[in-house]
């Protein structure tokens, strides 16, 4: 049997106001992922090697039209583990009509807003996690711990239009450049310019994508 690559997780936003100018930004993940669906009765091994991602950020709101923070991120988002310092800005130009909404490096969308329920977007964003390889036949690994590290890179372009109320409608196109694909023999912490050895290296082409879905999102 085949079986995709997913992701079971739980996750936590807290947001903090210090003051009238200057808040505090937390994000927490858990991630099970790995060769498995859902409701799978392997899934208890994929859950006791659960990846963690924790983000913090301090910041200051500079005005009604513009935010920035910065922080920084453990996370596995390149695909290894790593420590990611990070830059949060989001700002709407004095004319409404465009805005930057920005996580760096991770993500940057330039927004074109037509009204406030017609939006279009373009940016890219590094999207990626690590996932366990079991052996399905007995549950673990006959070489080890074997990690997947994958992560792309994401140049996008995403319209969004609001059909009623709270739910939105979301049409994404775009290219996925391979930017790891590699697997380790252990969870290894890799510092950016790690130049540790992987266990099996992989080389993938990019593809195009496109994404259709339907959103719920708070006034």
């Known amino acids: 049997h085949h079986h995709p690559l997913s992701t079971l997780g739980l996750n936590l936003t807290v947001f903090k106001p210090l003051d009238e100018k200057h808040f505090i930004l937390a994000f927490v993940s858990a991630d099970a992922n790995g060769n498995f669906v859902l409701f799978d009765n392997q899934i208890g ?3 006791e090697r659960s990846k963690y991602t924790v983000v913090g950020f301090y910041g200051w709101k500079r005005s009604d039209l513009s935010m920035i923070a910065v922080g920084a991120s453990r996370t ?12 949060l800005f989001n700002h709407t130009f004095e004319n409404r009509k465009w ?15 037509f009204n406030p329920r017609n939006l279009l977007m373009f940016g890219y964003e590094l999207e990626g996690n690590s996932y366990s390889i079991i052996n399905r036949a007995t549950g673990v690994s006959p070489y080890g ?10 140049p996008r372009i995403t319209y969004e239009k609001s059909l009623a109320g709270f739910i939105w409608l979301s049409v994404q196109a775009g290219y996925r450049i391979a930017y790891n694909f590699n697997i380790d023999d252990k969870d290894y912490f890799r510092l950016i310019g790690s130049d540790r050895p992987y266990y099996i290296e992989n080389t993938l082409g990019g593809a195009f994508y496109f994404n259709v879905s339907l959103n719920l999102v708070s006034p």
């Not at 390149?78 to 830059?87: D, E, H």
């Not at 920005?102 to 074109?112: E, H, I």
């Open 45 to 47: 091994n994929y859950i």
């Open 76 to 87: 596995y988002r390149p695909g290894a583990l790593g420590i990611i310092p990070l830059i």
């Open 99 to 113: 805005g930057i909404e920005s996580l760096f490096p991770a993500r940057l969308n330039v927004r074109r807003s």
């Open 145 to 154: 711990p074997l990690e997947l590290r994958r992560s792309e890179l994401r």
